[in-house]
């Protein structure tokens, strides 16, 4: 069964940092990527990384400030995000690149607030 836990969300200060882990059941060896949908607004694709560690960002709002990784052992992706803005408030998701629509997880809230 596929499965995505994402963790490691919470409040924190603009400026400030957070890394998010997903735990990925079920498949192995697939290009992953974060998303992240804001209140009120389509889910976006932030990254993506393949099996190999190649990352891409798929949008400028993150170039720069948040960082991909994996360990292929732990079937882990993270998510380094530094210098948090404000407009970073959101539910953060990983999935498939080219996601597979009937898995997603319950997301990992981040809300940056002062």
């Known amino acids: 069964q596929v499965h995505f836990a994402e963790s490691g969300g919470g409040l924190v200060q603009p400026g400030g940092s957070l890394t998010l882990s997903c735990v990925v059941s079920g498949i192995t060896s697939r290009t992953m990527a974060w998303y992240r949908q804001a209140p009120g607004q389509r889910r976006m694709t932030l990254a993506s990384?393949?099996?190999?560690?190649?990352?891409?960002m798929h949008t400028s709002f993150v170039e720069g400030r948040f960082t991909l990784s994996r360990d292929n052992a732990k079937n882990t992706i993270y998510l380094q995000m530094n210098g948090l803005r404000a407009d970073d408030t959101a539910v953060y998701y990983c999935n498939t690149y080219s996601p597979l629509s009937q898995f997603w997880g319950q997301g990992t809230q981040v809300t940056v607030s002062s």
């Open positions: 990384i393949s099996s190999g560690g190649n990352t891409e």
